[in-house]
Nanobody
């Protein structure tokens, strides 16, 4: 059964850190670029970061550059998002997504999302 399961979300104070994980199963993980997308209440979905199939290429939204780091472990079928220096505006549901055609292609599979709340 195909699954993308995010974990690691929660409540954190401004300036704090969280590490999100997304465990994949049911498809050949190493053949997919993986991305993180977030959606805040009342806002459109926003692409946060993406990593290529082999992890050799990454990209970030300007809003998170130099604060967030995406990585993947193909042996564990898992993609991560290390989030540092968190701001209240980072509050959103974070989704991982699998893209067969690479980071610029459409999303084939979505996870169910994990809530991140940045508040004092």
């Amino acid at each position: 059964q195909l699954q993308l399961v995010e974990s690691g979300g929660g409540l954190v104070q401004p300036g704090g850190s969280l590490r999100l994980s997304c465990a994949a199963s049911g498809f050949l993980f190493s053949s997919y670029a993986m991305s993180w997308v977030r959606q805040a209440p009342g806002k459109e979905r926003e692409g946060v970061s993406c990593i290529s199939r082999d992890g050799g290429s990454t990209n970030y939204a300007d809003s998170v550059k130099d604060r967030f780091t995406i990585s993947r472990d193909n042996a564990k079928n898992t993609v991560y998002l290390q989030m540092n220096s968190l701001k209240p505006e980072d509050t959103a549901v974070y989704y991982c997504a699998a893209k067969r055609g690479g980071c610029t292609s459409y999303t084939n599979y979505w996870g169910q999302g994990t809530q991140v709340t940045v508040s004092s």
